[in-house]
Nanobody, 125 residues
């Protein structure tokens, strides 16, 4: 399993970015996908997650209403649309995967088995 995150960059506060995660997983539609982020000097934290079918999503309170997670199982891609970005959103963003059909909400780092390399998002004030 390989995950490749992309789409990071420098953006002004209030702007938008769309992150993408390409998954090299033969049975991608069986995987629950998540996005996490880690700012300098801080622990990695949960951002958003989406069920294998895409019908259930879950967000950290800090991004709810501003970020949207989605997936395209045919393309084996997961996306994170980030709007109304704030300097506090600056971090390295990671996509993660865990194989699951259950109704469990996967929001803990330890619940995920596979991780991408991260993409840097910098929001200037």
């Amino acid at each position: 399993v390989q995950l490749q995150a992309s789409g990071g960059g420098l953006v002004q506060a209030g702007g938008s970015l769309r992150l993408s995660c390409a998954a090299s997983i033969r049975t991608f539609s069986r995987y629950y996908m998540g996005w996490f982020r880690q700012a300098p000097g801080k622990e990695r934290e949960f951002v958003a997650a989406i069920s294998w079918s895409g019908d259930r999503t879950y967000y950290a309170d800090s991004v709810k209403g501003r970020f949207t997670i989605s997936r395209d199982n045919a393309k084996k891609m997961v996306y994170l649309q980030m709007n109304s970005l704030e300097p506090e959103d600056s971090a390295v963003y990671y996509c993660a995967a865990v194989q699951s059909y259950s109704g469990t909400i996967y929001y803990k780092e330890t619940q995920y088995d596979y991780w991408g390399q991260g993409t840097l998002v910098t929001v200037s004030s």
